[in-house]
């Protein structure tokens, strides 16, 4: 959110000194001052509020900037000062390929280039065609170049870099995602926590290399077995979530029951229902001790190797 009130500010302070130091007669002096404090104001918002503002409020200043940008430029009379505000447009589309999800710079990115286009055509000076041309390759140039590079490591970010599951991060926003859509259809939801018994006898015994092959074949397999809306985590070591939407608690735990066919691997489980309204980690809390009592029951045993 920092980011985004900083690239405000400065596009405040920048629109600010064209009205302090216009560069032609002709410049848009009003319409700057009365986007200036506008500006100011919104960078201290942000600023305030800061990872607490909502998504929405996010895509509304990245829009409000790309307008304001484009209404200066329809007013400039110069070809300096319709590229040197047009370049704020390119620094908002670098902003949105970093933190916007692909869809999202896609339709920021054509509405600035629309503006752009519209603007400059409003504008009607001489010779800015190769400018809108140039601006407008810079534009989709980021949102490609930049918005690829983004989701590729936002998705390793999720991922745990032994088994390729989510980790605990990225199930957590996938879980909320599942939790919000189950609390809109009112389909219940089951949560399992799978815990292997013995890695660290077999890591002692046959080295860290095999227990890191018995921990991505288990994932494989157990990946396998589900069905493909079910979400499967590493939570770290040899701990592992399964969250199961629009799945009862029973109906979860004849599924964990399935798991033990697809590996030789042995573990002990731990399943409860995700009550509505219930923070992720208190089911968790509870499906963790529903597994220690199973540990308890059974007794610890050494994990196999696949």
Not at 54 to 83: D, E, K
Request: hydrophobic content about 55%; proline content about 3%; glycine content about 8%.
């Amino acid at each position: 959110m920092a980011v985004l009130a900083l690239l405000v500010l400065v596009a405040s302070v920048c629109c600010l000194l064209g009205v302090l130091f216009p560069i032609s007669d002709q410049a848009p002096v009003e319409l700057g001052r009365a986007l200036t404090p506008i500006g100011f104001v919104l960078a201290g918002a942000l600023l305030f509020a800061g990872a607490r503002t909502p998504r929405w409020a996010m895509h509304g200043t990245v829009a409000f900037v790309s307008l304001s940008a484009c209404l200066l430029i329809s007013q400039s009379a110069t070809n300096g000062g319709i590229m040197m505000t047009a370049w704020s447009l390119a620094w908002l589309a670098v902003y949105v390929a970093t933190f916007f999800s692909r869809r999202a710079v896609q339709l920021h990115v054509l509405a600035m280039t629309i503006g752009l286009g519209v603007a400059i055509a409003v504008a009607s000076v001489p010779g800015t065609f190769i400018e809108f041309v140039m601006m407008a390759v810079t534009l989709w140039t980021a949102a490609v170049a930049l918005g690829s590079l983004s989701e590729r490591l936002r998705a390793q970010a999720d991922r745990d870099h032994l088994t390729g599951l989510l980790n605990r991060h990225g199930f957590g926003k996938a879980a909320g995602r599942e939790r919000a859509l189950a609390s809109r259809t009112g389909y219940p939801l089951a949560l399992a926590v799978i815990d292997l018994d013995g890695l660290k006898a077999v890591n002692d015994r046959h080295g860290h290399a095999a227990g890191d092959r018995l921990l991505r074949d288990a994932a494989r397999a157990w990946e396998r077995t589900l069905r493909p809306g079910d979400l499967i985590a590493r939570f770290g070591g040899d701990e592992f979530v399964v969250l199961f939407p629009a799945t009862a608690e029973e109906d979860a735990r004849t599924a964990v029951e399935r798991l033990r066919g697809a590996h030789p691997a042995s573990w002990c489980a731990g399943v409860t229902a995700w009550r509505r309204d219930e923070r992720i980690d208190d089911c968790l809390a509870r499906a963790d001790a529903h597994l220690y009592a199973a540990k308890d029951a059974r007794g610890a045993v050494p994990a196999a190797i696949g």
